[in-house]
């Protein structure tokens, strides 16, 4: 089983719509949750962080955490074609000396 | 302040030749991680040190590679006797002390062709 799992999509939006990027981790004491976004050709760049159970809101991004469930995911409300890009989550592990590992990403389309 | 600093940006070597990978942190980071992403792909974990002590080597992909970090700041990726295979964008990310798995601040990476 793979450390942090995530759909590898191409997951695609009209305009305006709200987008939802899903994460899923294996170490259960797992304690920092990220979302990246990454256009081509360019590097990540940190969106949200999240540590606590429930929902971190950011402008039109929401992170949503769940540990027992062990899913962090990320909204994208009123999605605009400058939000299309790569979209990574990674997650903290306390198992690997709180090491960062990287889902493999899902790639989002938003369409005018 | 500066980023994350990596050099080259671009480096095209032959098959069975040497390469140096640079990485300067931003200053006080003591996290520095190298990841390598082949094209399409996702990030694919070598190595991490914190300050010059690396607890986490399990990503190397082979005897090849390695990795040192000097002073807790400069960090070099080696690659012996390249291969094809090797072909990636190698990426380096630092973080800050403190609190356990801070965000990490990802350089430009340097883009590796073996020909």
């Known amino acids: 089983q793979k450390e942090v799992e995530q759909n590898s999509g191409p997951l695609s939006v009209p305009e305006g719509a709200i987008a939802s990027l899903n994460c899923t981790y294996s170490?259960?004491?797992?304690?920092?949750f990220f979302w990246y976004r990454q256009y081509s050709g360019k590097s990540p760049e940190l969106i949200m962080s999240?540590?606590?159970?429930g929902d971190k809101e950011d402008g039109r991004f929401t992170a949503q955490l769940n540990k027992a469930s062990q899913y962090v995911s990320l909204l994208i409300r009123d999605s605009q074609p400058s939000d299309s890009a790569t979209y990574l989550c990674?997650?903290?592990?306390?198992?690997?000396?709180?090491?960062?590992?990287f889902g493999a990403g899902t790639r989002l389309t938003v369409k005018p | 302040g500066a980023g994350v600093s990596q050099s080259p940006s671009n480096k095209v070597t032959e098959k069975g030749k040497d390469v140096e990978l640079r990485c300067d942190p931003i200053?006080?980071?003591?996290?520095l991680y190298w990841y390598r992403q082949s094209l399409g792909q996702g990030l694919e974990f070598l190595i991490y040190?914190?300050?010059?002590?690396?607890?986490?080597k399990s990503g190397l992909p082979s005897d090849r590679f390695s990795a040192e970090r000097t002073g807790g700041s400069v960090s070099t990726l080696t690659i012996q006797r390249t291969q094809q295979e090797d072909s990636a964008v190698y990426l380096c990310?630092?973080?800050?002390?403190?609190?356990?798995?801070?965000?990490?601040?990802f350089g430009n990476g340097t883009r590796l062709t073996v020909t």
């Open positions: 990310a630092s973080s800050p002390p403190g609190r356990a798995n801070s965000p990490l601040h």
């Open positions: 990674a997650v903290g592990v306390p198992a690997l000396n709180n090491d960062m590992r």
């Open positions: 170490d259960r004491v797992s304690q920092s």
């Open positions: 200053s006080g980071h003591t996290a």
């Open positions: 040190f914190q300050g010059n002590s690396a607890p986490d």
């Open positions: 999240i540590y606590s159970n």
